[in-house]
């Protein structure tokens, strides 16, 4: 069974950082590219990253302005996303999903990250 | 950047068919998917690659891709299918700002 559980969320200070983490389980994690998506409450899915199967390739949602680091350990079967400067409206529930046929097709439950002061 | 657009609402009767449109300039030349997603739960992939079916999804949900327009159509909707629904423009990876249905 395929599985992706999201941790590291918290209640952070604009500003601070904080690092996600994404575990799977139930595949052969180093051969799928892998995604960050957000939702902030009561909003819509934002893209926020996704990274090749070796790294090879890394993408950013433009309204990030660098300030989010995507990686992955194939070793370890785990995704990363490094969250700097954290502002208020990254507020969100953060998922990690695996893509398969050009599409998100499993999808984890879940972290959410509060900025708040 | 790439954007898409959708309807914030569709509303449709039980067992009648719901349609819900994703738009975007030259959609069509993309690969479109859609996700659905209930209250408090993650998204599920319903359909990928424009009108493909992962495995699990029901008949009635179907898909298409032309010109400016994706369209999702859920053929005898049932009060299960009441949701938020979402379309991706693949390769640009955006997402629409979401369709909620409603099954009255």
């Known amino acids: 069974e395929v599985q992706l559980v999201e941790s590291g969320g918290g209640l952070v200070r604009p500003g601070g950082s904080l690092r996600l983490s994404c575990a799977a389980s139930g595949f052969t994690f180093s051969s799928y590219s892998m995604n960050w998506v957000r939702q902030a409450p009561g909003k819509g899915l934002e893209w926020v990253s996704s990274i090749s199967s070796s790294s090879s390739y890394i993408f950013y949602a433009d309204s990030l302005k660098g300030r989010f680091t995507i990686s992955r350990d194939n070793a370890k079967n785990a995704l990363y996303l490094q969250m700097n400067s954290l502002r208020a409206e990254d507020t969100a529930v953060y998922f990690c999903?695996?893509?398969?046929?050009?599409?998100?097709?499993?999808w984890g439950q879940g972290t959410l990250v509060t900025v708040s002061s | 950047s790439y954007e898409v657009t959708q309807s914030p609402s569709v509303s449709v009767s039980p067992g009648q068919t719901a349609s819900i449109t994703c738009s975007g300039d030259k959609l069509g030349d993309k690969h479109a998917c859609w996700y659905q997603q209930k209250p408090g739960q993650s998204p599920v992939l319903v359909i990928y690659?424009?009108?493909k079916r992962p495995s699990g999804i029901p008949e009635r949900f179907s898909g298409s891709n032309s010109g400016n327009t994706a369209t999702l159509t859920i053929s005898g909707t049932q009060a299960m299918d009441e949701a938020d629904y979402y379309c991706q423009a693949w390769g640009s990876r955006v997402f629409g700002g979401g369709t909620k249905l409603t099954v009255l």
């Open positions: 690659q424009d009108n």
């Open positions: 999903a695996r893509t398969i046929n050009d599409g998100y097709a499993e």
